[in-house]
């Protein structure tokens, strides 16, 4: 089985629903540079102070602050892992290559007006970073988190001006990774697209 897993896809093609399963089914560590960022602004840290105007504009956290955080959650961590939102740009892809090696890229691919009907119906829990959609993965009581019966909420930058920037930097910056991982001869794609079970079995076999 595949030990380094880097999760690719666009904002809501659904790395983190896929990389919850994968924790939950064979007990990967998943880091989502994502879930740190919002946990460092809500508990209004250097970083979560550094970080908000640009993940409230959708754009990038600039590299210096966020290569030095993974390498160190990285060098933390033991066992599988799976990278949920990084490696984001081909320097972070740099950094990461020179730390350890990428078994599986997996690419979830979603078009993007799939993406913006997602995005915005989103709903995120703060405790312990579950998603779900408001019609699609709806939680069984309305407004609450199935797995730790937190509030859920709608991230900030999942509203539709956001949303439209986050794709945006996401075609500019990240997809050129699809090909960084292809020449690599890591690159797996899958469509990320219909029953969330029915995509985990095609992700379970991309694990192998
Ligand atoms: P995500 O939860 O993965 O959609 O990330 C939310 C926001 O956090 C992004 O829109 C960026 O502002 C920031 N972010 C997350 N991961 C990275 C990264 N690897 N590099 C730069 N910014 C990031």
Redesign the pocket.
């Given at each position: 089985m595949k030990s380094t897993i880097v999760l690719l896809g666009p904002?809501?093609s659904g790395?983190?629903t896929q990389g919850e399963k994968l924790v939950n089914d064979f007990g990967y560590t998943r880091l989502?540079?994502?879930?740190?960022?919002?946990e460092a602004v809500r508990n209004q840290t250097e970083l979560g102070l550094k970080?908000k105007e640009?993940?409230d504009?959708?754009?990038?956290?600039?590299?210096d602050?966020?290569i030095g955080l993974?390498k160190e959650k990285i060098a933390a961590s033991s066992g599988k892992v799976i990278l949920?939102?990084?490696?984001?740009?081909v320097e972070?892809a740099d950094a990461l290559g020179a730390q350890l090696d990428v078994d599986l890229a997996l690419n979830l691919d979603v078009k993007d007006e799939e993406l913006v009907d997602r995005l915005t119906k989103r709903r995120s829990c703060p405790n312990c970073n579950s998603v779900f959609h408001l019609l699609y993965n709806p939680p069984k009581v309305d407004g609450i988190c199935d797995k730790c019966g937190a509030e859920l909420y709608q991230?900030d930058?999942d509203k539709e001006e956001?949303v439209l920037n986050?794709l945006r930097?996401y075609h500019e910056n990240t997809k050129p990774l699809i090909d960084y991982y292809r020449k690599k001869g890591t690159l797996v794609t899958i469509e990320g697209v219909g029953d969330i079970d029915d995509i985990f079995e095609k992700v379970k076999e991309a694990i192998q």
């Open positions: 904002p809501g790395k983190g989502s540079t994502g879930d740190m960022l919002r970080a640009y993940m504009a959708g754009a990038l956290v600039p590299n602050l966020i993974m949920d939102g990084f490696p984001r740009t972070q991230r930058d956001t986050r930097v």
